[in-house]
């Protein structure tokens, strides 16, 4: 079946399926780690305020990231009910867009050259089956955000490289500089930075001047882009001015950038194996198509050609500038992850055309299999899920690895199963223990049982560590200090000292040092439960 045909077949099946995986199951796991449930807190808050402009967390201004995903998940809480799904709606919102905003930027080229057909569907799949952007999709994420409106700005400014018309041209200008605009209010000055900066990338390495249309654009494009970020960053910092400025531009923007403040220090070449991972399970195609890239003649006018370049640039450059950055985290290079779809689409392509060589994918299918073995062999080190489970969970990951390695000449049915491997591991996970785990992870089970025993309105305090979901699970009872962090009691004599007062408080203390409750004279305790990381009890003084 000629790769054309089957692409045609898939395209609907295709973006069904991404719609379903992708919002599956979103309410089934609490939010979890540090920043979901600081970013849904914020929401709750702004929409509680009846605010669209003054962020606040336990009610203190909270300046770190903009304002369009606060945005999105107010949306959801309004439509849908203050939840993890309408939490995490947007994200998977976002990352669909991204897969249909891929399309439309590769359906360009297939118009202009009849051999490429098929190709759009191609990057599509890339894109929607790869690791990073169905994780992504599925986290209460600021990051997807920004991956969709960069995307965006430069879809549409492909899409003026390829019209002849002047009026056309502007249209699509016009929609470039307007999603730079929202990339600012995805992410910050970042969204500015990636989007000008790949297209700058571009014309370099096509050794190319701009057309005279994009030139002048940027005399009242740049502008359309501060009057669209302006719908929030105007109004916050007239109701703030330097305290915004300063925790939200230097501090979380250029101290990030060129200091260790926030903790996250890695090497320079960090970026090298995440975006290897990211693109998991096509990792194998991305490498050839970036050692083919030498051949490309880069300043050829087809539309493919173009495309290549722009790929290319919109992979290197924000690789490279996070890589100077001194602090890294692994979702900073996610708006990436279209361009390296662009890249192995291509080379899906050609696989599915006979192409490409067999061992491609022979080795893409021992990248599962050493997955599978991987995960196999940590599970059994440290008992995270029942085997059952792991081996379930598995199964599709062995099947799709076998298959590319012994039968790769059936290219349709491995290219198939890849995918299915990929999008069946959150719906298995998910039905399986992954929710017993994530339990461990997140205090809302503890303080529904709280509630479930009349402690629902009961203050919360905090020994030790302080337990980044409680200020989601606990909003509005969660005691905060006066810098605007959750509590943090140093021993349990400060304990002693709140519950002094006669009033029964919570006391949400790490597993290990329960005991400290127990061995104190001065305070009665009951012990409300034990997820294995934190235990909740209800004090009071004897």
């Known amino acids: 079946m000629q790769s054309s045909v089957l692409a045609k077949r898939l395209k609907l099946p295709l973006l069904i399926i991404t719609l379903i995986i992708y919002f599956y199951g979103l309410g089934r796991l609490p939010l979890l780690g540090s920043d979901e449930p600081r970013y849904a807190e914020v929401a709750r808050e702004m929409m509680a305020h009846h605010t669209m402009v003054t962020p606040t967390l336990g009610g203190h201004a909270w300046f770190e990231k903009p304002a369009l995903m606060y945005w999105m998940m107010m949306a959801g809480f309004q439509l849908f009910g203050v939840t993890e799904w309408s939490a995490r709606a947007g994200s998977a919102l976002c990352g669909v867009l991204t897969v249909l905003l891929l399309y439309w930027m590769v359906r360009r080229v297939e118009k202009s050259d009849e051999e490429e057909e098929g190709l759009a569907v191609w990057c599509s799949v890339a894109l929607a089956a790869s690791a990073g952007s169905l994780a992504f999709s599925r986290a209460a994420s600021s990051d997807i955000g920004l991956t969709m409106t960069v995307t965006a700005a430069l879809a549409c400014l492909f899409a003026s490289q390829m019209e002849t018309s002047a009026r056309r ?113 096509w990792t194998i195609f991305l490498i050839v198509a970036l050692t083919g890239a030498r051949r490309w003649e880069f300043r050829a006018v087809s539309p493919l050609a173009r495309l290549r370049v ?194 029964t408080i919570l006391v949400l203390v790490p597993s290990k040092f329960s005991y400290q409750l127990y061995q104190s004279q001065k305070i009665a305790v009951q012990e409300i439960g034990d997820n294995g990381a934190f235990a909740l009890f209800a004090v009071r003084a004897r």
């Open 169 to 281: 041209q502007r249209l699509f200008l016009l929609g470039f500089h307007a999603a730079v605009g929202l990339s600012l209010l995805a992410k910050g000055l970042v969204g500015i930075v990636i989007p000008y900066g790949v297209a700058a990338s571009y014309y370099t390495l096509r050794r190319e001047r701009p057309s005279v249309e994009a030139l002048l654009s940027l005399i009242w494009g740049v502008p359309l882009s501060l009057l669209v970020a302006g719908t929030w960053y105007a109004p916050v910092i007239a109701r703030h001015g330097w305290t915004f400025i300063d925790q939200f531009f230097i501090q979380h923007h250029f101290s990030r950038f060129v200091s260790n403040k926030y903790h996250h220090p890695q090497r320079f070449y960090f970026y090298l194996p995440i975006l290897l991972m990211l693109v998991v399970p």
């Open 310 to 503: 722009l790929a290319l640039a919109w992979l290197l450059l924000p690789v490279l500038f996070f890589s100077i950055s001194v602090s890294k985290l692994p979702a900073y290079i996610l708006p990436v992850l279209p361009a390296a779809a662009l890249l192995i689409g291509e080379r899906l392509k050609h696989f599915m055309e006979g192409k490409e060589r067999d061992w491609v994918m022979r080795a893409t299918g021992a990248i599962l299999l050493l997955l599978v073995v991987f995960g196999l062999g940590y599970n059994a080190r440290s008992n995270i899920i029942s085997w059952s489970c792991a081996v379930v969970a598995a199964a599709p990951m062995a099947t799709a690895g076998l298959l590319a390695i012994v039968a790769p000449g059936l290219r349709k049915l491995c290219v198939v199963s890849t995918c299915a491997a990929i999008f069946l591991i959150p719906v298995l996970l998910l039905n399986c223990d992954m929710t017993k785990v994530a339990s461990r992870d997140s205090v809302r089970d503890l303080l529904q049982m709280a509630s479930a025993k009349g402690y629902g309105e009961t203050p919360l305090y905090q020994l030790h560590e302080a337990e980044r979901s409680s200020e989601f699970y606990a909003a509005g009872r969660l005691v905060y200090g006066q810098d605007g962090e959750p509590l943090r009691l140093e021993d349990v004599s400060y304990v002693e000292r709140v519950a002094s007062s006669g009033e």
